[in-house]
């Protein structure tokens, strides 16, 4: 999600056998961000390119089929400041833009702590200018957080 870097390893193995056989493993489940750590002992009979690699990509395979696969999306928050009459101009967009209300205040205005997926946030902004007038404020802080969509959790990254 931070970047598109890939990187594997095969780390002693014969060139193609391990990393990349790991690597399509991860590939073939459409994952990203995953790290995969595999230990193999030499048991004294030698496999063979082919059947090395098999072995690895089973192995990886295996462990990524059995895995509890969690969700989430790295997301900015938003400050969003709006008069009352408003609310429910607000709350559509937070609806239609999957965003997730984090805090609400109800003082002087209606003030909004919301988090929202990095790359909803040009088409949020578009959309918040078309309707909100300049007295409303839109402030997006540096603050990145990932939201787990399968536990509701919301973790903070710090020094990205």
């Not at 750590?37 to 390119?49: C, E, M, N, Q």
């Amino acid at each position: 999600m931070l970047s598109d870097k890939v990187k594997y390893s095969d780390d002693g193995e014969p060139h193609a056998t391990a990393g990349i056989r790991i690597l399509n493993a991860i590939d073939y489940h459409n994952l990203t961000n995953v790290s995969i750590i595999l230990i193999r002992y030499f048991g004294g009979t030698k496999l063979g390119v082919g059947s090395l690699g098999i072995a690895y990509f089973t192995a990886a395979n295996s462990v990524l089929e059995k895995s509890k696969i969690i969700g989430s999306s790295l997301c900015l928050k938003i400050l969003v400041t709006i008069n009352f009459n408003h609310i429910n101009y607000l709350l559509h967009l937070i609806k239609t833009h999957q965003v997730i209300i984090e805090e609400s205040n109800f003082s002087t205005n209606a003030s909004y702590k919301l988090l929202i997926k990095r790359n909803n946030l040009e088409k949020f902004k578009i959309d918040f200018q078309k309707i909100f007038t300049s007295s409303s404020e839109l402030f997006i802080t540096s603050e990145f957080f990932v939201f787990n969509c399968n536990l509701d959790k919301i973790i903070a990254i710090n020094d990205i």
